[in-house]
């Protein structure tokens, strides 16, 4: 049905443009054999989708679609099959180019073109930002232009650029040393008599602001960690198809891959990891099942698991452990508690009974935005010897303070499985208590629900500073339970790798590069310009930026005529 459609009208094509005879246009190849097909199947390999990058192809002047696997369909493919003479275009992009996909190292797609007995001619292997542009001609299929296509085959990349730390070097003091007159060069030492911009007698005279550095994400590798991987079969998790299991350690943003690993052979093997203090995400890939396949940062875990941990003062904390299950078809909820003090004064007594709790709750429930009353409890009160400003009364007291709150819920929207993320969030909390107490704003609040609640023992001239705010506690509702790690404390002295050998190549495979959608910008715009002949282009050419909502409208295929055919369930290329 589909190729009655297309011979017909390429038939009404031609008859409209036919001029005198012998003058008319060359007639078109047509396809004279049954299996010269273009398999196209994409997959992810954790198995939760692709964070809307999308896989595009296009015929030049015809049919266009698009796919994407999802948490219902790991693996998606379709069938390209011409009738006649014709350019395709390929590309997995996202639609916003500015923007980083969650994991896109685990994009990968595959074009396979066949011979006319149906047999494999060529495989073509690409993942996020690759892109390909074929020709069909004389029932055969070749490639005009590629970038970022990865190797058909995989090899094993073992612990890849994963390794230990190297050893410290002992550090040799100038002779200032820490407070001293300076080191070498006379470079001021620690403690020394380098003025601070901002700071001194004279301070005041200065026209220059002193802005600090913001702090970085994650702080110099220095902390040595293993991962152990255990295969129940004893043959190894790599698979040179790419369809093996892998572990993919990266940022709690999921958006920079720092390594990749995976047991080439025999049951069991390690790679020894070096990290900074930061927070950090691992997936393990593959089917999910009891088999206990990892164990890392003090626990254990099963494939088709993410990992999150965060490093700090040379020391590895699990953070929690979410199944692919619960990614796709559940929910966690990261219920923070925090806690803080609160010095006031402007209390005419030292002893504070439930109202006066009600009046403080109330009041820093009403400075943060998301926070109620009942989810905020004075917990205790002391005396602060202290002297606040501002303040006529000596009575200074400390109140300690708890919330409770889910980090994920508006108008938080916090990714509480991320250490880093929950401290930021508290943080900013601290800087909005504190700004609210230097203004002013939360003594008139707290002389509003003092007079409320019938309270006196509250002067006008009332003063707050918040002392210390932290995250005491965060629990992970709906994530899975933690098992401790039943191998012994690591000894660094007998250092190891995995037995296999390492190959960077997965690594050149997956690396971001800035043009996004280059490739795919390549042929949009020969497309929408209509070209009728497609020359190859230098693999370091430019091109003006085009999405896929840009693709000129006329171009879009009726669904009838469309070539492609979204098929979930894989097409073994060997039987076509």
Same mark, same amino acid.
């Given at each position: 049905m589909i190729k009655a459609l297309l011979l017909s009208v390429v038939a009404a094509t031609a008859t409209a443009h036919k001029g005198p005879k012998g003058h008319g246009p060359p007639e078109p190849v047509m396809n004279m054999c049954n299996h010269t097909c273009l398999t196209l199947e994409v997959s992810d390999f954790y198995g939760d989708g692709w964070d809307s990058v999308e896989f595009h192809g296009e015929e030049e002047g015809g049919a266009a679609m698009s796919m994407a696997p999802d948490c219902m369909h790991k693996k998606l493919s379709t069938q390209i099959c011409p009738d006649k003479d014709g350019t395709y275009y390929f590309t997995a992009a996202h639609a916003n180019s500015s923007y980083i996909p969650e994991n896109y190292w685990e994009v990968f797609w595959t074009a396979t073109s066949h011979n006319c007995d149906g047999s494999v001619a060529n495989v073509y292997t690409g993942g996020f930002n690759s892109s390909l542009i074929m020709d069909y001609m004389g029932n055969s299929w070749s490639v005009q232009y590629w970038e970022n296509l990865w190797d058909n085959e995989k090899k094993c990349d073992a612990c890849g650029d994963a390794k230990q730390c190297k050893p410290k070097k002992s550090k040799s003091k100038g002779k200032g040393g820490k407070g001293g007159k300076g080191g070498k060069g006379g470079k001021p030492g620690k403690g020394g008599n380098k003025p601070i911009a901002g700071t001194g007698m004279n301070a005041t005279m200065s026209n220059t602001t002193h802005v600090p550095k913001a702090k970085p994400r994650y702080g110099p590798p220095a902390v040595n960690l293993r991962v152990t991987m255990f295969d129940e079969d004893g043959d190894g998790w790599w698979m040179n198809d790419y369809s093996g299991e892998s572990w993919y350690l990266a940022d709690d943003r999921r958006e920079k891959l720092f390594h990749t690993g995976t047991l080439c052979d025999g049951s069991v093997g390690s790679c020894n990891l070096c990290l900074g203090d930061g927070s950090y995400t691992m997936r393990f890939t593959g089917e999910a099942s009891n088999f206990t396949a990892?164990?890392?940062?003090?626990?254990?875990?099963?494939?088709?698991?993410?990992?999150t941990f965060h490093v700090l003062k040379g020391a590895c904390y699990a953070d929690s452990i979410v199944s692919l299950h619960t990614d796709c078809m559940g929910s966690v909820e990261s219920h923070v508690t925090?806690?803080?003090?609160?010095?006031?004064?402007?209390?005419t007594t030292e002893f504070a009974d439930k109202s006066t709790y009600s009046v403080v709750s109330n009041t820093l429930a009403d400075m943060i935005t998301g926070f109620s009353a009942e989810n905020v409890q004075v917990l205790s009160t002391s005396l602060d010897s202290r002297v606040m400003s501002s303040s006529v009364s000596n009575v200074v007291q400390d109140y300690t303070f708890e919330v409770t709150f889910?980090?994920?819920?508006?108008?938080?929207?916090?990714?509480?499985?991320?250490?880093?993320?929950?401290?930021?969030?508290?943080?900013?909390?601290?800087?909005?208590l504190s700004s609210?107490? /230097?203004? &002013?704003?939360?003594?008139?609040?707290?002389?509003?629900?003092? %007079?409320?609640? =019938?309270? #006196?023992?509250?002067s006008a001239q009332a003063v707050a500073e918040l002392v210390s705010l932290e995250v005491s506690s965060v629990t992970y509702v709906g994530s899975e339970g933690m098992i401790s790690s039943t191998l012994p404390t690591l000894s660094w002295s007998d250092y190891y790798q995995s037995s296999s050998d390492s190959n960077a190549g997965f690594e050149v495979g997956v690396t971001f590069f800035g043009a996004v959608v280059v490739g795919f910008v390549a042929f949009v715009g020969i497309m /929408?310009? &209509?070209?009728?002949?497609?020359?190859?282009?230098?693999?370091? %050419?430019?091109? =003006?930026? #085009?999405?896929?909502?840009?693709?000129?409208?006329?171009?879009?295929?009726?669904?009838?005529?469309?070539?492609?055919?979204?098929?979930?369930?894989?097409?073994?290329?060997n039987n076509l």
């Open positions: 990892w164990d890392f940062c003090g626990v254990t875990g099963q494939r088709a698991q993410e990992l925090l806690t803080g003090v609160v010095a006031m004064s402007g209390f889910v980090a994920e819920n508006s108008p938080f929207n916090t990714d509480g499985r991320s250490y880093a993320a929950v401290e930021s969030l508290a943080s900013s909390i601290a800087t909005t609210a107490m /230097s203004s &002013g704003q939360f003594e008139t609040k707290l002389q509003l629900e003092s %007079s409320l609640q =019938n309270v #006196v023992s509250l /929408s310009q &209509g070209i009728k002949k497609y020359e190859s282009l230098p693999m370091d %050419s430019t091109h =003006n930026e #085009v999405f896929s909502s840009d693709m000129d409208a006329s171009i879009s295929p009726q669904v009838e005529q469309s070539v492609f055919q979204v098929d979930a369930t894989p097409i073994n290329t």
